[in-house]
């Protein structure tokens, strides 16, 4: 299985910065249709899962542009600038590019 | 607007089975296909398996084949997962989850669903 593993595991930050969480594939996330099905999930306490960017860098609707994901192969980030409150929570990263899909251990976002 | 709801939180003996729901509206149940994760303290974001209604066609992750059972009522708009044989390993919360075609198939969530297995 493919096997993502992000850092770091947790974020402090300060309201207003910028954050920046890495995840890295064990393999290239490149399919063979030429897409990269690597995506950024946030999980806010006590909510579900909900989708921030898919195939790398496309931001699914409503989600604000403080929200840049960036890479290829197999090592991504997500960029957040001007963190604020409604940001905070755990973050995932997710491949659906081989077979069983995975996702990455998680990112917690937090407040200094 | 897309919404699942799904059924409530189930205390369960180990070696029973549990029946979850996933009730879908404001969109036509059989144009998409259902997928359903799991999220446990130890193992963290597992996706189980996908079903398409309207074709009654499922896909499974191996890890979950023989403990997870998809299915889809199209007549309720409702999708279901059992889990059989049920150990503590199975104790989580199980969310369902809707495909945005060429988008992801994780766009739309349910609320989750939590099964927790003890004596």
């Known amino acids: 299985d493919v096997v993502l593993t992000q850092t770091p595991v947790a974020q402090p930050v300060t309201l207003g910065d910028q954050a920046s969480i890495s995840c890295r594939s064990s393999q290239s996330l490149v399919h063979s249709n030429g897409n990269t099905y690597l995506e950024w999930y946030l999980q806010k306490p006590g909510q579900s899962p909900q989708l921030l960017i898919y195939?790398?860098?496309n931001r699914f609707s409503g989600v604000p542009d403080r929200f840049i994901g960036s890479g290829s192969g197999s090592d991504f980030t997500l960029k957040i600038s001007r963190v604020e409150p409604e940001d905070l929570g755990v973050y995932y990263c997710?491949?659906?590019?081989?077979?069983?899909?995975?996702f990455g251990g998680g990112t917690k976002l937090e407040l200094k | 607007e897309v919404k699942l709801q799904q059924s409530g939180d189930e205390l369960v003996r180990p070696g029973a089975s549990v029946k979850i729901s996933c009730k879908a509206s404001g969109y036509t149940f059989t144009n998409y296909a259902m997928y359903w994760v799991k999220q446990s303290p130890g193992q963290g974001l597992e996706w189980i398996g996908t079903?398409?209604?309207?074709?009654?066609?499922?896909s499974y992750n191996q890890k979950f084949k023989g403990k997870a059972t998809l299915t889809a009522d199209k007549s309720s708009n409702t999708a279901y997962m059992e889990l059989s044989r049920l150990t503590s390993e199975d104790s989580a919360v199980y969310y369902c989850a809707r495909l945005e075609p060429v988008v992801s198939p994780f766009a739309y969530w349910g609320q989750g669903t939590l099964v927790t297995v003890s004596s």
């Open positions: 079903i398409i209604p309207l074709i009654d066609t499922t």
């Open positions: 997710f491949q659906a590019t081989h077979d069983p899909w995975t």
């Open positions: 195939k790398v860098s």
